[in-house]
């Protein structure tokens, strides 16, 4: 966060060249924010701000917290969802606070990728700004998004779940068009019948569980 207060300034040269202090959050305003889709987390111990001379605030907090996401799972696993991430600030209406971004999406973009460092099950795909004023109680509030882009690696869903599935069907029309006896094609079709039983538990455990329509492998 930045922001400037013309009451907290002097000149380095009347204090010893002193240009830059740093002081607790609580010694000047700060910008009060919140995160509205944040539904658990940690609140940043760093509760300090830089000041510099010519009346600059910088403050840098760190925050770990658990988003609320609205979930499409059609397609899964190869699905790509977008989660919002809102940061506002309802103490103060538009015309005493407003909030826009330093940075463009591309650098905050390639800043976002150089900390995501887990190689997991999600890609970070893209990032992009929504600046607007969310109008309550007919009072306007600066309300600065983020919309983020992920895409689901299917690598493992692959090999574990469509990969077996495939082959128990193949399996069946094998047995039952071939030139086995039919004791012998009802004790494949036994076998066949408890492996994707089992296939469907290991399934019903791996896919995510969501209000909306569920996702075409599961229905199939």
């Known amino acids: 966060q ?17 240009s830059e202090i740093v002081l607790p959050m609580d ?8 995160i509205l889709e944040r539904v658990n987390g940690q ?7 830089v000041l510099m001379h010519n009346g600059s605030f910088n403050s ?17 696993p190869f699905d790509t969802q977008t989660c919002n991430l809102s940061i506002a600030s309802f103490l103060y209406p538009v015309t005493d606070f407003v909030m826009k971004t330093r940075r463009t999406p591309a650098e905050i973009m390639k800043d976002s990728q150089s900390f995501f460092l887990t190689d997991g099950e999600w890609k970070f795909t893209n990032l992009s700004i929504i600046e607007y004023t969310e109008v309550m109680d ?3 509030f ?11 690696r299917p690598t493992l869903y692959i090999l ?9 069907y193949l399996l069946d029309m094998a047995v039952l068009f071939g030139p086995s006896s039919l004791e012998e094609k009802i004790n494949f079709q036994i076998a066949i019948i408890l492996g994707s039983s ?21 229905t199939h």
Do not use: H
């Open 2 to 18: 930045e922001w400037q207060n013309p009451f907290a300034t002097w000149d380095p040269q009347d204090f010893c060249n002193i």
């Open 27 to 34: 010694t000047y305003w700060s910008p009060p924010i919140f």
């Open 43 to 49: 609140n940043p111990e760093l509760n300090y701000v």
């Open 60 to 76: 840098t907090r760190p925050f770990q917290v658990t988003l609320t996401c609205s979930l499409i799972i059609l397609k899964f």
């Open 138 to 140: 007919d009072k306007g």
């Open 142 to 152: 600066s309300v600065v998004t983020y919309v983020i882009s992920m895409e689901r």
């Open 160 to 168: 574990n779940l469509i990969l077996p599935t495939c082959a128990l």
């Open 198 to 218: 089992m296939l469907a538990v290991i399934l019903n455990n791996s896919l995510p569980t969501s209000s909306n329509k569920p996702p075409i492998i599961g």
